[in-house]
């Protein structure tokens, strides 16, 4: 059996102290690996379906092969994860503001081990997703202006409850208006979000994009023992 409780990282970053640590949860028999920002929980290996969710959704839409994907928002990598495992992806480029995000991938010490930093698909950039959706240049250091078939984006907790204030306005008429500049003709647009479906964010979406939906995914709570929603916000650009 492992050890009840190891912190296997910490580090100080301009939002706060973050940590990886994994813990044993003696109720189900498992390891639980958990990504802290101070106190705050901002992601758990438990509760893996909804992320999962955001990458199937946000790439069902599209056809073709060869599609170039944008994750904003690294965490535990089940996003990424899912992104790769669909064979019309040709490239994955992950945005994320913590360095130390993507050296706990690049070091294996996530239960995906480094299965996402060793895709020759995937390309890791440490930045800020919400300066770059705001920017001409975007988010490729190394293509400035490149744009993607879908941009999936995991990273505060919904529209409403931000992690850190410089995303404010990515939510609103305008940020969205700028991020949709950086899709393709027919590009899709994911937001994943800790709450139920928000009916006046997603018109607020159909304001910005062609089409918009929300998509609640339900999922087995097994500490509560009941089942909880998230939501995966969906969006289209026009194809002209």
């Known amino acids: 059996m492992s050890l009840y409780f190891e912190e296997l990282d910490y580090r100080p970053t301009p939002i706060g102290a973050i940590s990886l640590r994994r813990r044993r949860e003696l109720s189900?028999?498992?390891?639980?690996?958990?990504?802290?920002?101070?106190?705050?929980?901002?992601?758990?290996?438990?509760?893996?379906a909804s992320e999962i969710a955001l990458a199937e959704l946000g790439l069902a839409p599209l056809t073709g092969d060869k599609l170039d994907i944008l994750v904003g928002g690294l965490g535990l990598g089940y996003t990424a994860k899912a992104v790769l495992e669909d064979d019309s992806v040709g490239?994955?480029?992950?945005?994320?503001?913590?360095?130390?995000?993507?050296?706990?991938?690049?070091?294996?010490?996530?239960?995906l081990g480094t299965e996402v930093a060793d895709d020759p698909r995937c390309k890791l950039v440490q930045?800020?997703?919400?300066?770059?959706?705001?920017?001409?240049?975007?988010?490729?250091?190394?293509d400035p202006g490149r744009r993607f078939d879908a941009i999936l984006v995991d990273i505060d907790h919904s529209p409403e409850a931000l992690l850190d204030d410089r995303s404010a306005?990515?939510?609103?008429?305008?940020?969205?208006?700028?991020?949709?500049?950086?899709?393709?003709?027919?590009?899709?647009?994911?937001?994943?979000?800790?709450?139920?479906?928000?009916?006046?964010?997603?018109?607020r979406?159909?304001?910005?994009?062609?089409?918009a939906w929300a998509e609640p995914v339900t999922f087995h709570n097994p500490l509560q023992d009941r089942p909880f929603t998230q939501t995966v916000y969906l969006a289209r650009k026009s194809s002209e």
């Open 169 to 203: 306005g990515f939510y609103g008429p305008e940020g969205l208006g700028a991020l949709s500049a950086h899709l393709k003709p027919g590009g899709i647009f994911g937001l994943w979000s800790n709450d139920k479906p928000d009916p006046a964010f997603t018109e």
């Open 205 to 211: 979406l159909s304001g910005a994009f062609a089409g």
């Open 28 to 48: 189900l028999g498992v390891d639980v690996f958990e990504i802290m920002l101070g106190d705050e929980h901002l992601m758990s290996s438990l509760f893996t």
């Open 91 to 111: 490239s994955l480029l992950v945005i994320d503001m913590l360095e130390a995000v993507i050296d706990w991938h690049r070091e294996g010490l996530l239960p």
């Open 127 to 142: 930045g800020d997703f919400f300066a770059g959706a705001a920017s001409e240049a975007g988010f490729d250091p190394d």
